[in-house]
Nanobody
Framework: QVQLVESGGGLVQPGGSLKLSCVAS????????MGWYRQVPGKQRELVAA????????VYADSAKGRFTVSRDNTNNTIYLEMTALKPDDTADYYC???????????????WGQGTLVTVSS
């Protein structure tokens, strides 16, 4: 069984910082891609930041550039999102996303975590 577990969300004042973590557990043969997405009610889920397996390929949404940093610890199958200078518009459910291969499965998988809520408000 494989799963993603996010943590680190919460309430923060505008201008504050938060660091999200997502741990992938299970019998992964390889993890190709990990990323963070966010969603607010009534809107589509959008990419915030993503990182490939060797941490060389980084992608950021325009809204995240200069404020958010994505990083990855391959030893522990963990991805982080460090968010600074947070704005009320950053309020959303943040989801971890993974694409990889699982031992014993012929097809690659794509999976989502359960989400962690980030609220930016004074």
């Amino acid at each position: 069984q494989v799963q993603l577990v996010e943590s680190g969300g919460g309430l923060v004042q505008p201008g504050g910082s938060l660091k999200l973590s997502c741990v992938a557990s299970g019998n992964f043969a390889a993890i190709y891609f990990m990323g963070w997405y966010r969603q607010v009610p009534g809107k589509q889920r959008e990419l915030v930041a993503a990182i490939d397996s060797d941490a060389n390929g980084l992608v950021y949404a325009d809204s995240a550039k200069g404020r958010f940093t994505v990083s990855r610890d391959n030893t522990n199958n963990t991805i982080y999102l460090e968010m600074t200078a947070l704005k009320p518009d950053d309020t959303a459910d943040y989801y971890c996303h993974l694409k990889g291969a699982v031992q014993g499965l012929k097809k690659d998988i794509a999976m989502w975590g359960q989400g962690t809520l980030v609220t930016v408000s004074s």
